[in-house]
């Protein structure tokens, strides 16, 4: 009897069909095709590369479970995704929960505080200020990622990193295409409001320390 | 003429859409609406050019293979007769239960050898060293450290899972995966600090860990995704004992117990690290 092997090129549908058959190492086909792209989703969802590994292992050991029920005209990509988008969400709800029971709300006002735009390093500094002002950016543009929930903060991510579509986003979300359309609204709103001062003050101060 | 909101001009921007057609002609004729679209887009160009460059670290070529390293263990073959049907599921999250068991049993053989260490000490220890007062004190607020710490982690596990949304109409299975995991985890430290608890002779702490456990084994025995109904079972079963109220007060006394017990916090911390 010969050793029957899944080459990398073989498609998804073949590897899934194989799985089923029994050939449990056929899916390490799909694991290795796919992983790096539910990497890089889940680590925008959840912001850091521990926490994202982790959405990636359990994307991949869900969808291991429910392959019987994978349709063989979908798209095993967008599958786990849909999979790794909703663990991340369920996770994440979790450890807000969490968190928020372990602090005191003085102390997420003194964070908030601590935050705020209006703390920004002028510009027009030298470079070591200039790199703590980058620093600080980086801390505002996460700030700003998570003043979303997670359903806007995975509707943004897929729409526009990911560029997904809205129903593939209304599938994720359980929700119709119009809430989607919604959700990415108010995604991109609170964005909006949240980062456009803040971009505005520091390209009118890189202008300014470019001038002088 | 009606002017287009915000949420209008994001979706032009943002969505696909039959409105688009009809938005896009109405910026042609209207200056004002094309002027806040031009606004917006600056805007929103700036602010996705800053977003992007929080860029997502390159988790490595490799990085595949090591996926499929970390979870192939877990994956039992579906051809397997015992494994086929409607089972299928149950027996694949019993592997994994397996190996997650034994990942706990290692942390909680090692939590329990920080107890059990100071336990056997004792009587190696009385015979060598007269004064024994601050090693026992030093015994008693290592299981108390032990099982505060895991009174808290349990409490945490049950009010989540207390709180968990049902989804309205009922039909859509919850997910409680997690919790499930966790009270596997649980209960195999449980079994261990009450059968400590019980050597020391701490009824109080061993009668609320023999409750804990009971309602622990119930949630480690529940399928991965459960109906409303199913969830509401428990959460009534959780709050029938009222187990949450218990833990609460218990943790609370093991804490006082714990400041209240005069050791050197350095000994203790070395002794835990040599453990």
Known sequence: MTERTVSPREGDAEAIELTLGGDRDAYRVLVERHSASVFRLAFRLTGNRHDAEEVVQEAFLRAYQKLEQFEARANFGTWVYRIAANYAIDRTRKKRIEEARRKEPSMREAESAENSAMNLVPDKQPSPERLAQNVELRKQLELALNTLTQAERTAFVMRHWEGCGIEEIAVTLNSNTSAAKNTVFRAVKKLRNFLAPLVSQMAGARAMGTES | ?275
């Not at chain 2, 996705?48 to 039992?76: H, K, M, N």
């Not at chain 2, 995704?225 to 709050?239: H, N, P």
């Open chain 2, 1 to 275: 003429m009606t002017h287009l909101s915000e949420e209008e001009l994001i979706a032009f921007r943002e969505c696909e859409g039959r409105e688009n057609a009809a938005i896009a002609e109405h910026l042609q004729e209207c200056a004002q609406c094309r002027a806040e679209f031009t606004q917006l887009d600056t805007e929103l160009t700036a602010v996705f050019a800053a977003l992007d460059t929080l860029a997502v670290p390159d988790p490595g070529r490799e990085y595949g293979q090591r996926v499929w390293q970390q979870i192939a263990s877990q994956l039992q073959s579906k051809s397997q007769p015992s494994l086929q049907g409607a089972h299928g599921d149950e027996q694949v999250k019993w592997w994994r239960t397996f190996f997650v068991a034994r990942r706990v049993a290692a942390f909680a053989g090692l939590s329990a050898l920080v107890v059990m260490a100071f336990l056997a000490g004792r009587g190696v220890k009385d015979h060598r060293v007269p004064d024994t007062s601050n090693a026992a004190n030093l015994r008693e607020k290592v299981l108390l450290l032990a099982v505060g710490e895991h009174l808290g982690r349990s409490e945490m596990m049950l009010t989540e899972l207390s709180n968990t949304e049902t989804k309205k109409g009922g039909a859509k299975l919850i997910d409680i995966f997690a919790e499930q995991k966790r009270a596997e985890d649980l209960l195999t430290e449980n079994r261990l600090y009450r059968e400590t608890a019980l050597e020391q002779g701490d009824a109080r702490i061993a009668n609320v860990l023999d409750e804990l456990e009971r309602v622990l084994l119930d949630v480690a025995h529940s399928p991965g995704e459960v109906t409303g109904g199913q969830l509401q079972g428990i959460r009534e079963r959780i709050d029938a004992g009222g187990i949450l109220f218990k833990l609460r007060v218990v943790g609370a006394d093991v804490e006082e117990r714990q400041r209240a017990t005069p050791t050197d916090s350095a000994n203790l911390h070395n002794d835990r690290k040599k453990v």
